[in-house]
């Protein structure tokens, strides 16, 4: 709800408890069913009546989402959300996801490089996965660590189709 709707909307309900809702204005009765104000501190805030949660304004959405995603530790959109929801009524997880793709910290904690972690291939066929291409720049030998790229990354030699798996070609 952008800012302008949301002060429409808070001075609509401060009308309504004032003088009632109008007869004529179906509208108001769905407002006096749905809101309600709640004072903090020296302003009102939107309730929504049937949860008792506290509606934001867009403007305040930034700020309630970017504490929620502190106090988790920058834990993630489900965390960030679950707290979020327990307090308030109209924050989304898409507003979550956006802030949390925006996030310095998180973005520096997603794209660290995990070191000493090395996948070897279970199996013979495993050395089948490089394409023609592949296979060309990682069998060619590299002097500088004494053996091909493939070699190195999953110690074994790289074959080059089925001419080179060890498969009896002989009748029985």
Do not use: W
Not at 164 to 169: C, R
Request: hydrophobic share 30%.
């Amino acid at each position: 709800m952008n800012d302008s709707d949301y002060s429409e909307l808070l001075q609509r309900i401060k009308r309504i408890r004032e003088t009632g809702p109008n007869t004529s204005n179906k509208n108001d009765y769905y407002v006096v069913n749905t809101y309600d104000l709640q004072r903090i501190e020296s302003s009102f805030v939107i309730l929504h009546k049937r949860s008792g949660k506290i509606i934001l304004s867009l403007s305040e959405c930034y700020d309630a989402i970017k504490a929620a995603h502190q106090r988790t530790g920058h834990g993630g959109r489900q965390a960030t959300t679950k707290l979020l929801n327990e307090k308030y009524y109209n924050l989304t997880q898409e507003m979550v996801k956006l802030f949390i793709e925006t996030c310095e910290n998180c973005q520096l904690k997603r794209n660290k490089t995990k070191k000493g972690i090395v996948v070897k291939p279970i199996g013979a066929l495993a050395c089948c996965r490089a394409t023609m291409a592949e296979n060309l720049q990682t069998s060619c030998f590299h002097s500088g660590i004494g053996r091909s790229p493939y070699e190195a990354l999953y110690g074994v030699k790289c074959r080059d189709g089925l001419n080179n798996f060890p498969i009896s070609t002989e009748k029985n």
